[in-house]
Nanobody, 122 residues
Framework: QLQLVESGGGLVQPGGSLRLSCVASGFTLDYYAIGWFRQAPGKEREGVSCISTSGGKYADSVKGRFTISRDNAKNTVYLQMNSLKPEDTAVYYC?????????????????WGQGTQVTVSS
């Protein structure tokens, strides 16, 4: 059974940093693309970043501030978030798909995590 568990969320001041983790179990990341998505209250889920063996991509809103990486030995994908802004406040989810890297939340993903809350506020 494919399972993903996110962690690392929390409360941070504007300009601060957080690192989110997405740990996979029941499958190996080697053959999957992992995407990070977020959903703020009253808003639709949006894609943030994704990574696969062929590289990664970022939403324009986070380019230059967020960095995605993967450690296949630990079956974990990370999202390093720097220079955080209040508009980054959301529940962040990771999702896995055995296909090309995508940050379109409307596409099919094989598994979703339960989410981790990120709040950026002074």
């Amino acid at each position: 059974q494919l399972q993903l568990v996110e962690s690392g969320g929390g409360l941070v001041q504007p300009g601060g940093s957080l690192r989110l983790s997405c740990v996979a179990s029941g499958f190996t990341l080697d053959y999957y693309a992992i995407g990070w998505f977020r959903q703020a209250p009253g808003k639709e889920r949006e894609g943030v970043s994704c990574i696969s063996t062929s590289g990664g991509k970022y939403a324009d809103s986070v380019k230059g501030r967020f960095t995605i990486s993967r450690d296949n030995a630990k079956n974990t994908v990370y999202l390093q978030m720097n220079s955080l802004k209040p508009e980054d406040t959301a529940v962040y989810y990771c999702a896995a798909v055995r296909a090309m890297c995508s940050i379109d939340p409307n596409l099919h993903f094989d598994s979703w995590g339960q989410g981790t809350q990120v709040t950026v506020s002074s």
